[in-house]
Nanobody, 125 residues
Framework: QVQLVESGGGLVQAGGSLRLSCAAS????????MGWFRQAPGKEREFVAV????????YYSDSVKGRFTISRDNAKSTVYLQMNRLKPEDTAVYHC??????????????????WGQGTQVTVSS
């Protein structure tokens, strides 16, 4: 079992930055691939970024590439999402997720085993 708790969300003006954190507890955090997803009101959950267990490989959605950076600190059992140059369309609840095999692919939310409750990010124009 892995428990995930996100923090760092808030209200920011367009062009600003936020850093989200996801603290994990439980077994073998360093073995899991960690992802960030987001869900805006009335929309489906959307893949944002993923980082492999070693931190050596990362992938991003086209909508955030070049603006967001995912990283992890396995010693602290924490994954981060640095979000720069935020836009109003980035407004959503951001969730972190942990997955082991990701059989259906890293961008498929159904591939992940554990989820946090989410943290709200609101970007004003």
């Amino acid at each position: 079992q892995v428990q995930l708790v996100e923090s760092g969300g808030g209200l920011v003006q367009a062009g600003g930055s936020l850093r989200l954190s996801c603290a994990a507890s439980g077994r073998s955090f360093s073995s899991y691939t960690m992802g960030w997803f987001r869900q805006a009101p009335g929309k489906e959950r959307e893949f944002v970024a993923v980082i492999r267990w070693s931190g050596s490989r990362t992938y991003y959605s086209d909508s955030v590439k070049g603006r967001f950076t995912i990283s992890r600190d396995n010693a602290k059992s924490t994954v981060y999402l640095q979000m720069n140059r935020l836009k109003p369309e980035d407004t959503a609840v951001y969730h972190c997720a942990a997955g082991f095999q990701l059989v259906s692919g890293y961008s498929d939310s159904a591939a992940y085993d554990y989820w946090g409750q989410g943290t709200q990010v609101t970007v004003s124009s």
